[in-house]
């Protein structure tokens, strides 16, 4: 089965600065899609960047940016120039796609950005 | 455009009541979602639906939990009855159903329910 895991349950940055998330995955599949998933404080969940695993080049979004380890099943999240409203939960999460196209989330990365 | 929106925010239910929740995809997105985090836990997904039919309920715990989507709009997720181990918040979201892999699943608020 696969399964989605986020070591870090907490982490902080002083604004400005730059801050990596991490993720690893485990899964026997050749194809499928990674998430980050970023929850604000009392708000909706989001998108924030995705990549699919057979695409090498890493994805980025303005400010996000990913290291994925596609070997080592590592998906790690960077995010620079933190700002206060980065403040949030980031999920990781994984899709296989072809059978079903359901979410496998890690358990969450909560990140404080401090002024 | 409106988001996903779900209905009620929060639910204090005693144990052995019956509790209904509601979600309201983003208008013209087949696919519906319902994913559930229990505290500190990771979110964990219950079921799929493509319009009105079931296409994935693998995630769902047990027969105290029935959802529908009559007419592939809305969706309910009923607990009858309620234990204590329901506690926690429910998430529903939609997307667009396309070819070629997965679009992106947009989210609503949650329900935080909490059983006691």
């Known amino acids: 089965a696969q399964t989605v895991t986020q070591s870090q349950p907490e982490m902080s940055v002083q604004e400005a600065e730059t801050v990596t998330l991490s993720c690893t995955y485990d899964?026997?599949?050749?194809?499928?899609?990674l998430f980050w998933y970023k929850q604000p404080p009392s708000r909706q969940m989001i998108l924030v960047i995705r990549q699919e695993a057979y695409k090498q080049q890493n994805a980025t979004e303005n400010r996000f940016s990913v290291n994925f380890q596609k070997a080592a099943k590592s998906f790690s999240l960077k995010i620079s120039d933190s700002q206060l409203g980065d403040t949030a939960m980031y999920f990781c999460a994984f899709s296989e796609s072809y059978n079903t196209d359901k979410l496998i989330f890690g358990t969450g990365t909560r990140l404080q950005v401090f002024p | 455009e409106a988001g996903v929106t779900q209905f009620p925010s929060h639910s204090v239910i005693e144990k052995g009541q019956t509790v209904t929740l509601r979600c309201d995809p983003i208008s013209g997105h087949d696919n519906l979602y319902w994913y559930r985090r229990v505290m500190g836990k990771e979110i964990k997904f219950l079921l799929h639906?493509?319009?009105?039919?079931?296409?994935?309920e693998s995630g769902m715990p047990n027969n105290r939990f029935l959802a529908e989507r009559t007419g592939g709009t809305y969706s309910t997720l009923k607990v009858q009855p309620a234990e204590l181990e329901d506690s926690g918040v429910y998430f529903c979201?939609?997307?667009?159903?396309?070819?070629?892999?997965?679009?992106?699943?947009?989210f609503g608020p949650g329900t935080r329910l909490t059983v006691l």
């Open positions: 899964t026997s599949e050749n194809n499928y899609y």
């Open positions: 979201a939609s997307s667009p159903l396309i070819a070629g892999g997965p679009d992106t699943q947009y």
């Open positions: 639906f493509v319009k009105e039919s079931k296409q994935d």
